[in-house]
């Protein structure tokens, strides 16, 4: 393929056509994941463009993932986003789904009465005994979320009696407490990692990442609350449209 060229008499901004001519290189495979992108003094030689300008480029490039920098060594292709699953699936299905080893490690386990706030939207009493699992999830062994369910006890009695490590909540739920879930409703909103999960993540407190929410439904009874974070720098959506008829 011609190597494309900056075009000065383009309405499009010199930095805007620098990111495309990246992005193909990027998809056309000429830079791979983790490889080096050349020197913001090799590309303003390469395309006569000033250092400002392929700055403003890179600068956008790592602002959306696609590229990262590592201080001292230069900027890498970063590896591609996952897509989120948009369906009612546990965090071990939808990872195997992609070819990556699930994980799943403990960092609370307790049992507690449900607040008014949890009790409402769980549809219990309020002061029923909640069980609360917080777990880092893992693909590959790299942390991808922290996941906290809340499921009532009467739904799961001993729930706690399992370890959970390397297994999934879902199945477990099924194969021991006969718990299908069937449906379920999920809102997910942009936030701003707080240090607790950062630790956890491996990312600087203050990250952007993604705030899930979900409740899931056996049979019309709730049987889990998660409050998730997922890392937006791995993670994005992605959802068929259809036009309304
Ligand atoms: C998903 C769920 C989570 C659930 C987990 C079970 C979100 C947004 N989604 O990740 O609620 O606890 O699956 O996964 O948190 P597991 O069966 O692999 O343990």
Redesign the pocket.
């Known amino acids: 393929a011609p190597l494309m060229e900056i075009d000065p008499r383009s309405p499009v901004p010199k930095y805007a056509q620098l990111r495309e001519i990246l992005l193909d290189w990027i998809e056309e495979s000429r830079l791979g994941v983790d490889d080096a992108v050349p020197s913001e003094r090799e590309l303003g030689l390469t395309y006569g463009l000033s250092r400002m300008t392929v700055r403003q480029t890179l600068d956008q490039l790592v602002d959306e993932g696609k590229l990262y920098r590592v201080p001292g060594k230069g900027t890498f292709v970063a590896r591609p986003k996952i897509e989120m699953s948009l369906r009612l ?6 990872m195997r789904a992609r070819g990556f080893e ?1 994980g ?1 490690q403990d960092l609370a386990r307790r049992v507690a009465p449900a607040s008014g706030h949890l009790a409402r939207v769980l549809g219990v009493a309020p002061g029923d005994p909640i069980h609360h699992l917080e777990r880092l ?1 893992t693909a590959d062994g790299e942390p991808m ?1 922290v ?1 906290r ?1 809340n499921i009532p006890l009467a739904l799961a009695p001993e729930l706690d009696r399992h370890s ?1 490590a390397g ?5 477990l739920l099924e194969q021991e407490y006969n718990l299908l879930l069937d449906s379920g409703e ?1 809102t997910i909103e942009a936030g701003l990692c707080d240090a607790t999960d950062a630790k956890h993540l491996g990312l600087t407190a203050g990250s952007a990442v993604l705030l ?1 929410q ?1 409740r ?1 439904y056996a049979n019309g009874t709730c049987v ?1 609350l ?1 409050i ?1 974070t997922y890392r937006a720098d791995r993670y994005q959506l992605h959802s068929t449209l259809d036009a309304r008829r």
């Open positions: 699936a546990s965090f071990t299905e939808d699930p799943s999830r979320a996941e369910s959970l297994r999934s909540l879902y199945r999920q899930l979900r899931s889990e998660a998730s």
